[in-house]
């Protein structure tokens, strides 16, 4: 069954800091991999999209990874602003033909 | 890009009545549609998966019977349910999903849902 677990569950950090969140998952055998991100009381907006085939993904000042053999993915964060604030979801899918998500991660960033 | 609709944000019913909640793919069509419930301060659950034209997978503990999917179309899918109680508050959300592995889930804006 596949778990998805990320790290830290939260994190606060000052305005301009650059941040590093982790995602792990216990069955490598994945076609792709999402980050989205939840403001409070609202849906998801995805970030980034990672096949099983990539190893990264930019978009602006985000940047995602994929290490399929090791399970691992990390969504790094440049400059960080107020306005990411939020809380920080990724999810997996494979031959199950679901998205299972992970535990999230509350990121707070401090002016 | 693409965009999924859901309506309604929030809802307050009394308990006993039945609440349905709709979602659109606006631009896309999309062969499965997911439901997730999701707890304060906890991740998405999965609910059912449901294809158009055939009836929903649910996930085991999920009631079929209280939580009715009805896919009709490409576009839209519902989320009825059924004699709520107050334990059936929470956050919906929808999700749709063209098929294709290169593209990725879009997600609808949820629905806080309220039993009195």
């Known amino acids: 069954k596949q778990e998805v677990t990320q790290i830290p569950a939260a994190l606060s950090v000052p305005e301009g800091e650059n941040l590093v969140l982790n995602c792990s998952f216990t069955d490598s055998a994945i076609y792709n991999l999402q980050w989205f991100r939840q403001d409070p009381g609202k849906g998801l907006t995805s970030l980034l999209l990672i096949q099983s085939s990539q190893r990264e993904q930019t978009s602006g000042r985000l940047n995602a990874s994929l290490d399929k053999s090791s399970g691992r993915s990390t969504l790094y964060i440049a400059a960080s602003q107020p306005g990411d604030s939020a809380t920080y979801l990724c999810a997996v899918y494979g031959a199950t033909n679901k998205l299972i998500f992970g535990t999230g991660t509350l990121l707070a960033v401090q002016p | 890009g693409a965009v999924v609709s859901q309506h309604p944000s929030r809802v307050i019913c009394k308990s006993g009545t039945s609440v349905k909640i709709e979602c659109r793919s606006l631009?896309?069509?999309?062969?499965?549609m997911f439901w997730y419930r999701q707890f304060p301060k906890q991740s998405l659950m999965l609910m059912a998966t449901?294809?158009?034209?055939?009836?929903?997978?649910?996930e085991q503990g999920v009631e079929k019977d209280k939580f009715l999917i009805n896919h009709a179309s490409l576009t839209l899918s519902t989320l009825t349910v059924t004699s709520a109680h107050p334990e059936d508050s929470s956050f919906y959300i929808c999700?749709?999903?063209?098929?294709?592995?290169?593209?990725?889930?879009?997600f609808g804006s949820g629905t806080r849902l309220t039993v009195v």
């Open positions: 999700s749709a999903w063209t098929g294709e592995t290169s593209r990725g889930y879009t």
């Open positions: 631009d896309f069509q999309a062969t499965t």
């Open positions: 449901s294809n158009e034209g055939s009836k929903a997978t649910y």
